[in-house]
């Protein structure tokens, strides 16, 4: 039943995916007809500018939206395995805002020395914030066992990264302002070729790694202590899962700026859908089902009060929270849980 | 399945942070199971996770099938070691099969695909537990008793060698706990597994172990079979429940009673042979004595017992620990160092209705009669090892009864007596006392008394303390014959031998016959250690006399005051007597005063018991040394080997002396300065003509007990022939052997040795 289950939510999604990948194609300020479509996909028409509209705008940022929710998503899933806590995220435990402290920091006094830093740098300044605060989630921890705690923590680590942001945002130069006040709201406009490539070939590889880790990450599901038991190097595992999840989470930081919620909602929307846990199944509609979502949030921050654009975290919060509501919810009411 | 060699420790300390328990060692072998408890937080859980490998052990070693843990890897150690936590797990979306599939991990490649035999075992697991129609539900849908089956799954699944569990069945009902418990013995035995569990549940505990782990705070109490671990008084130790009621329990399976007596199996070991009383002071001891230096004599390695013991008199080993002189005299008699085994209970008045017990040489508490006879089915299992210790290295064992076999208010429970006899499958002979008249009614009396089946265990008679000729008694020996149907094995004269006795009510204390050198050792109403004394009764001219009377002691040529078990009490005994007063005016003529041990205490100016050692309070002594007593609650006990440091004039003769003897006691005694010293290191001191020592045994030395006697005769102008007296060591090594000899021959050794099942002449000798 299980692998019906899966094999149908497999397609479904792919379904979603390429229909919403042509309707982004579509939409826009510049109306694109559909024969016209197809002549510049299969390379009938090379030059003007609804070609360039395409492949140096609409398809990098369709692409950028997939590869951003299959990151978050895929995040959120390992945040949430080892945490044991349904509501562990990039976003919610602070990490998307660390990494968007680093970025910012990089940006504006990198910037004003007239250093350029390029995506890589980006990626690499992303990526120092969001394990600092990775690294200081877990020590926390330590120090507490109880989960709903620990996320309390993480947003409160997350209002200090803001604030340090802000801050930042505040004694820059105003030629850099404008710049950093659209990316750290989070925005996928303007996103490149370049950058879109270095993402992809960052988050593919995190996913094949995630998806080598499947039989321990598997094993854990009934606990660390059980998981040790029949062999599994628990220690060494769960460096791997923060090194991913950070990796994960400060890639898209970096050239999206933060995106919240996809991380937490994805794992749990996917998971009613196939109705198990196994992590062979959920890497990879966790990874299908991120972009999915995300590619229909960032057509509707584009779309829904065009001309004029919305931050993607705008609208991944209004469609998602109810959904994270939901799951506390529903959680409360199985009572108890490893984060009571 | 290969054959489990299981799991062992060696020496293993375990710990968090820090060492909680240390030198844990014990083994858990293929279809065993062994179950740990102890109270809440004593270290239960962190003693399985150190074992399982979640803990790093501390120190010392766990060894899976024979091969230190260490050396196999995580995987490895998976596949033989399995565990059932407490953790209560709440995996999401996971079913029952899921869970159980875990259990494959260590069996399955690197991408976790579970190959169709991983289903199978996976299948059979699930059925092992009766799971089969559970398997496809979640399990986050099923009760806590279904769930604790499915995590017993999943350990099997792991096709483990050992299986861990740390408390398999809290939470769970009745029901289920029944159904696990019998899953688990089921496993183990079917499956050969190795299995350890803790367990709070005492009862389960007592029916499934093979073995028992006990352990509490302060470290692993004891390991050993249900028998051993389950009495009543080391469970409430354990638990730390001693004197709490239980009865809100209901009939708890650890209460005494509940356990069928354990038997000791004797064939193969060490013969057995029991000297039982129609009643006390027969000449058990004496009997018992004698069969000792017989079977030694005639080559047998021979040791004797006596399971419990009343006495005053105490005797230290060499390890320091007590143990009743009878069986020190009876040690001496098999040629052999006296040893805690031959005696493991003493009990020792403290006063009318209390007993100081002491078990295996150590104290153990004071207690009333009833206290006593409730703890004293505890003391089956301390009984057993001690025999069976003594059985070790012994051919032959001559046990001593106590009392009468058939005080029948108190047989329930014997362990003295028949009960032992049944424990030990001993013969028994039955001792009777003619002295004392009415040997009719003691023996033939007793034997009808007893039960059938104890009875049968009475395998002759013997008539005690016999005087005039043995001819008037042949019809005597007849009417017994024919009455009880059980020969007597003989009629010993009374013997007029002179020997430590045990009992207060030794015949000793009596005599009041003059001698032309009169002793008087002051008869303190808790007297205890007399035998110090007993080298005396060596010399014809010497006669020693117990006395509470004031003409005896201004009579007398030497006065000695004896050891007590109530100093202090003692002490007003004496000043309420007059004879305080009548001690104090001898003192004042240059009499001769000597005190051992407490009658040393009370020779000083003070005793004091601010810990109420004894009875509390503080006494004026006789101040006739310038010394005080402060009662701590250490008891000392060490042998003493030392000299005679110093002496007064009175008694310089003694000066150098090598003393040989014992210590024990609990007062601490603070001489004054330029008090002069008596025997060497600070154990005694002199003033004029008293003196006082700690030493036990000190007129054992025949140069000791002849300088004393010299001098008291010196100073009552008298004359006095010492050339008799050996060292009393020397002197007892004669008496046993003539006793030995006059016993030998008034007793049907023959008989004897076939009611043991032994050849009668082994080396020809008789």
């Known amino acids: 039943m299980n692998q019906k289950r899966f094999i149908l939510t497999m397609i479904g999604l792919c379904i979603a995916l390429v229909f919403l990948a042509v309707l982004s194609l579509f939409s826009g300020s510049v109306p694109i007809s559909v024969s016209e479509l197809k002549e510049i996909m299969f390379g009938q028409v090379k030059e003007g500018m609804n070609v360039n509209i395409l492949f140096q705008i609409r398809l990098p940022r369709l692409i950028g939206a997939m590869v951003t929710g299959s990151a978050l998503a895929l995040s959120g899933y390992l945040l949430q395995t080892f945490f044991h806590n349904p509501i562990a995220g990039p976003f919610v435990l602070g990490i998307s805002s660390g990494a968007k402290l680093t970025v910012a920091f990089a940006m504006v006094f990198l910037l004003s020395k007239g250093w350029k830093i390029g995506s890589a740098g980006m990626v690499l300044a992303a990526f120092a914030g969001a394990m600092a605060v990775m690294l200081f989630v877990l020590l926390l921890s330590l120090k507490v066992r109880s989960m709903s705690i620990l996320v309390v923590c993480g947003i409160m680590v997350g209002y200090i990264c803001a604030a340090v942001t802000d801050l930042i945002v505040t004694f820059a130069d105003d030629s850099n302002i404008v710049n950093l006040h659209n990316w750290s709201l989070g925005s996928l406009s303007g996103i490149g070729i370049p950058e879109v490539e270095l993402m992809s070939v960052i988050v593919l590889g995190c996913f094949l790694f995630v998806l080598f880790l499947s039989k321990p990450i598997g094993a854990l599901r009934l606990g660390e202590a059980y998981a040790a038991s029949v062999g599994v190097n628990v220690r060494l595992l769960r460096v791997f899962l923060i090194l991913a999840s950070s990796l994960l989470a400060a890639c898209v930081t970096a050239f999206v700026g933060p995106v919240s919620f996809v991380g937490i909602a994805v794992p749990h929307l996917v998971k009613g859908a196939i109705g198990t846990t196994s992590p062979w199944r959920m890497i990879p509609v966790c990874f299908l089902g991120g972009a999915a979502v995300t590619m229909l949030c960032d057509l509707i921050a584009r779309t829904f009060f065009a001309p004029t654009e919305v931050s993607i975290s705008s609208v991944t919060a209004v469609l998602l929270v109810p959904v994270v509501l939901w799951i506390l919810l529903k959680k409360k009411k199985e009572g108890g849980g490893p984060y009571a | 399945m290969h054959e489990s060699q299981g799991i062992r420790t060696e020496a293993l300390t375990i710990g968090y942070d820090s060492d909680l328990i240390k030198e844990i060692t014990f083994a858990v072998r293929g279809g065993e199971i062994v179950s740990v408890i102890g109270p809440n937080g004593c270290g239960k859980s962190t003693l399985l996770k150190t074992l399982a490998g979640h803990l790093k052990e501390r120190g010392g070693f766990v060894y899976l099938d024979g091969k230190k843990r260490t050396s196999f890897d995580k995987k490895e150690i998976a596949k033989r070691l399995s565990m059932v936590m407490t953790e209560r797990i709440n995996p999401e979306l996971m079913t029952c099969r899921d869970v159980v599939a875990t259990g494959r991990y260590p069996y399955t490649g690197h991408l976790g695909i579970l190959s169709e035999s991983d289903q199978k075992v996976i299948e059979e697991a699930l059925n092992s537990v009766d799971a089969q129609e559970i398997a496809d539900r979640l399990f986050s849908n099923i009760s806590d008793g279904q769930r604790q089956r499915i995590m017993l799954a999943r350990a099997v699944a792991q096709e483990p060698d050992i299986l861990i569990l740390d408390e398999p069945t809290s939470y769970l009902d009745l029901k289920y706990r029944i159904e696990l418990l019998t899953e688990i013995r089921k496993l183990t035995k079917e499956k050969g597994i190795a299995v350890l569990l803790s367990i709070h549940e005492l009862e389960a505990a007592m029916r499934i172990s093979d073995t028992v782990v006990a352990m509490n705070r302060e470290g692993v109490q004891r390991i050993g079979s249900v028998e051993e671990v389950f009495t009543e008084s080391f469970i409430r130790k354990l638990y730390g429940i001693e004197g709490m009621d239980v009865s809100i329990l209901g009939s708890v399976p650890w209460k005494v009673g509940y356990i069928k007596k354990p038997c000791v199996n004797t064939t193969g070991k060490a013969k057995v042979i029991m000297v039982q009383g129609t009643m006390s002071n027969v000449g058990k001891s004496l009997l018992a004595a004698a069969l000792c230096r017989i079977f030694t004599e005639d080559g047998y390695r021979t040791a004797p017992f006596k399971s419990q013991n009343m006495a005053l008199n105490s005797y230290v080993t060499k390890d320091g620990l007590e143990m009743g002189r009878a069986q020190v005299m009876q040690a001496e008699c098999c040629r052999r160092e006296p040893a805690v085994e031959m005696n493991p209970i003493l009990l020792k008045p403290v006063s009318d209705h209390r007993s100081q017990v002491i078990v295996n040489g150590r104290p153990v508490s004071n207690m009333n009669v009833k206290e006593y006879y409730a703890y004293k089915k505890d003391c089956i299992p301390v009984i057993i090892e001690a025999f069976g210790r003594l059985s070790e290295t012994s051919e032959i064992i001559v046990v001593e009864g106590a009392g009468s076999p058939a005080e029948l208010n108190l047989k329930d429970g014997d362990i003295v007596n ?119 009764d060596q010399l014809e001219d010497v006669g020693v006399s117990y006395t509470d009377r004031a003409e005896d002691l201004m009579d007398s040529d030497l006065i000695l005051l004896p050891g007590t078990k109530n100093t202090i009490e003692d002490l007003r005994w004496l000043k309420k007597t007059g004879l305080y007063n009548v001690i104090l005016s001898e003192a004042k003529k240059e009499k001769l005063i000597i005190g051992i041990c407490g009658g040393y205490q009370i020779l000083g100016k003070w005793i004091r018991d601010p810990a109420h050692t004894e009875c509390g309070g503080e006494e004026e002594g006789l101040g006739l040394l310038d010394m005080e007593t402060v009662f701590g609650t250490e008891k000392i006990r060490t042998v003493f080997e030392g000299v005679v440091e110093d002496a007064e004039e009175s008694l310089a003769a003694l000066r150098g002396c090598r003393v040989k003897g014992y210590e024990i006691h609990m007062g601490n005694t603070r001489i004054a300065e330029g008090m002069r010293s008596f025997t060497s290191g600070g154990t005694g001191c002199c003033k004029g003509t008293v003196y006082g020592t700690y030493v036990h045994g000190f007129f054992d030395c025949k140069e000791i007990a002849a300088g004393v006697l010299r001098s008291a005769a010196a100073k009552s102008r008298k004359q006095i022939d010492t050339i008799g007296l050996t060292d009393y060591v020397e002197y007892k090594d004669k008496q046993y052997a003539k006793l030995a000899a006059t016993v030998r021959a008034h007793l049907d050794m023959k008989k004897i040795y076939e009611m043991m099942g032994l050849p009668y002449d082994k080396n020809g000798t008789v």
Do not use: C, W
């Open chain 2, 418 to 536: 028949m009960g032992l006899a049944a424990l030990l499958s001993a013969p028994v002979i039955l001792v009777g006392d003619i002295d004392r008249g009415g040997i009719f009614a003691q023996l033939i009396g007793t034997v009808d008394l007893l039960e059938v089946d104890e009875r049968e265990r009475i395998a002759g008679l013997v008539v005690n303390k016999f005087r005039g000729d043995e001819a008037f008694f042949a019809k005597g020996i007849e009417i017994l014959e024919s009455k009880t149907k059980k020969p007597v094995l003989g009629t010993i004269p009374y013997l007029s031998l002179l020997f430590e006795e045990e009992d207060s009510l030794s015949d000793r204390l009596g005599s009041h016959e003059k001698k032309p050198f009169q002793i008087a050792v002051v008869r303190l109403p808790h007297m205890a250690n007399y035998t110090d004394f007993a080298t005396f």
